[in-house]
């Protein structure tokens, strides 16, 4: 059997930077186990697998397909930036025809549009609620030290949990803060976290960055992820309403870094947009 399989540098412009997804093209639905395969051997932070709906569908001409996403370890319910990994492939490799490509998936479907060099992804807006400081005090200890802490939040639908430090952290400390994410599996007690994101003000005066990130799921067998789009649908909400604005621009401070535009809508959902480089073609073999 032969699966075309492409690597995408996605939130960048520039290859080797911004967050690398594995994107897989099937002609036929593929045995869940075999999907979980190809993403432990390939090894990057999530796999894609775009499957056609019905027999006839065509990867250039068209508009829905399926999708899933595989870390190295399992399935995960919602992955931005293999969404725009996917949507890169299919628009920039395949040529497909269609302006907007929809994507049925765990977290219901998910739309991409091309905006001038930019694919804007269209995803929930998720809320981060507060989150009793005393049930994750030992977790946020592990991630951050005795840095000051100044808002806990826990969104539901991600199982992420959001620390925000406080205003007076520049960028540089977050992107110099030295995290052992392995050691956060034997300190979370309450089962219910399966990711961390730590964020900081930015400074948006002129062309700056309304807020910084960063993002750790050893729990997904990913200990940082350098740019995530889920997190940013957290993000998105809690920043809106922390700013009080709907236009943002975002970057994730990992050691690759990515930019995101975001526009909060009034419907309860995000546009998230970034761009991407497509740094490999090839066919998985097996």
């Known amino acids: 059997m032969q699966i075309p399989i492409f690597t995408v540098d996605a939130f960048t412009n520039r290859p080797f930077s911004g967050n690398p997804a594995a994107v897989c093209l099937l002609e036929n639905d593929l045995d869940e186990d075999l999907q979980q395969k190809i993403a432990t051997e390939i090894n990057l932070s999530e796999t894609a697998f775009i499957r056609k709906l019905k027999p006839g569908d065509d990867f ?170 889920s997190a940013h649908a957290v993000l998105s909400s809690y920043w809106s309403e922390r700013l009080g604005k709907k236009e943002m621009l975002a970057f994730q401070c990992s050691c690759r870094g990515g930019e995101l535009k975001i526009s909060v809508r009034n419907d309860g959902r995000v546009d998230i947009a970034g761009q991407t480089a497509v740094v490999l073609k090839g066919n998985l073999t097996f």
């Not at 931005?80 to 907007?100: C, D, I, P, R, Y």
């Open 60 to 229: 250039t001409k068209s508009s829905c397909f399926g999708l899933r996403w595989f870390t190295p370890v399992k399935e995960i319910p919602l992955c931005g930036h293999a969404t725009l990994a996917s949507a890169a492939v299919l628009f920039h490799v395949q040529k497909n025809t269609n302006s907007v490509l929809t994507f049925v998936t765990l977290s219901g479907e998910l739309k991409a549009r091309q905006v001038k060099d930019h694919i804007v992804l269209d995803l929930p807006l998720l809320t981060a609620y507060p989150q009793e400081l005393k049930e994750v005090e030992e977790l946020i200890k592990a991630a951050v030290g005795d840095m000051i802490v100044q808002d806990v939040r826990y969104s539901p639908d991600t199982n992420n949990l959001l620390v925000c430090l406080s205003d007076t952290y520049e960028r540089s400390v977050l992107e110099d803060l030295k995290v052992s994410a392995q050691h956060f599996l034997s300190v979370e007690k309450t089962g219910k976290v399966k990711g961390l994101i730590l964020t900081v003000k930015g400074n948006s005066s002129g062309k700056g960055h309304d807020f910084y990130s960063r993002y750790f799921a050893p729990w997904y067998g990913v200990l940082e992820d350098p740019v995530t789009g």
